[in-house]
């Protein structure tokens, strides 16, 4: 994997992370997660991808949609340590050349000091209250 | 705020919010929070709730509901650091009555150690692939 670039921060990760996704530019996308297997990647509403690989390919699925897309990050909640950081953040995307845009998603981004720099270890995204109808009412009750 | 037991690693924070959810206990599951305003919790499908009296007033709405719920946990995957852990977890809720479950929930929890021990300080709940439709079909493609 590429690793040519090192992050000196938790923000500088994740600056590099949102602008690489801006660009669809896979190599840079995945630059910025850890050199391991213990990654986890939750794109809204999709499946829990565990592993690098299977990380790449569902951001190569992305870009290759070919959608522009422009995002603005709330940045909400840090919470960081010597080894580990959490980002509680709100992602605003806007689909370059549509009126509506989607809700906003809710992103816990998670990232660890490593031999490399700080990586990406963690990104769990799902839309924010505004989604849409709710599937399940339980999911409303229950928890 | 109730602060009366102490939790020495975050696997027994973990285990006491489950434990509490599962009892319908208030006082219990908040305990498990830390003693801050920098909290968040968002539940499935739910709003971004943050600070401890918007947490406790959504558990309260919640287990004034009166459904008894059991909950398994997938452990999935941890990360610790001296002062911070993040526990990247699948929960598998059943309703005490109902045949169908609800479908698996992708959570992701944060854990602070504070001078009250190990509490938990973010808490990010959102319905796996199983879900049912998705309503933007833009959420699959863009992100």
Redesign the interface.
Known sequence: MSSNRRYETPEEVEAAFYEA?ERADLAATMNVWADQD?L?C???????L?GFDSIRDSFAQ?FA?G?S?RVRVDH??H????????H?V??H?E?VGEKSS??P??S?N?Y?YTDDGWRM??H??????A??????P??????
Chains 1, 2 share one sequence.
């Open positions: 996704f213990e986890v939750i794109h809204p509403q999709g499946p829990r565990v992305i949609a959608i897309l909400g909640h919470y960081h340590s010597q080894a580990l950081a959490v509680c709100v992602e995307i689909v989607p809700p998603i809710n816990t998670v660890a270890i963690a769990h995204a799902s839309p924010g209250e989604a849409g109808a709710i599937e399940n339980h999911l409303h009750t229950l928890h």
